[in-house]
């Protein structure tokens, strides 16, 4: 069983910036090797898309929203992935869940991740 646990969320002002934070616990037998991505949703409206990257870090994809704000890594070594967020928009307001996938390729649709953590609030104020 893999558990996904966020961190770094919190309340900024417009322009500012946050870091997040994933780690994966448990049984990880392949996780390493899996892609993983960032999502979110804001209150009244679907869990979109944000960044996914793929199992070496070598491949990485954003939501057009966030191109050249945000910036997906991970650290397998660690277990880790983070989500860099420079320049937040008050439209960035949401819950932050961190997912696995369960290809080696990164992925943009819900379906196509198999664990999720509990996420992380993101509020920014204007």
């Known amino acids: 069983q893999v558990q996904l646990v966020e961190s770094g969320g919190g309340v900024v002002q417009a322009g500012g910036s946050l870091r997040l934070s994933c780690v994966r616990f448990?049984?990880?037998?392949?996780?390493?090797?899996?892609?993983m991505g960032w999502f979110r949703q804001a209150p009244g409206k679907e869990r979109e898309f944000v960044a996914a990257i793929s199992w070496n870090g070598g491949i990485t994809n954003y939501v057009d929203s966030v191109k050249g704000r945000f910036t997906i890594s991970r650290d397998n070594a660690k277990k880790s992935m983070y989500l860099q967020m420079n320049s937040l928009k008050t439209e960035d307001t949401a819950v932050y869940y961190c997912a696995r996938a369960g290809t080696m390729d990164v992925a943009t649709t819900t379906q196509a991740y198999d664990y999720w953590g509990q996420g992380t609030q993101v509020t920014v104020s204007s």
């Open positions: 448990g049984r990880t037998s392949n996780s390493g090797v899996k892609a």
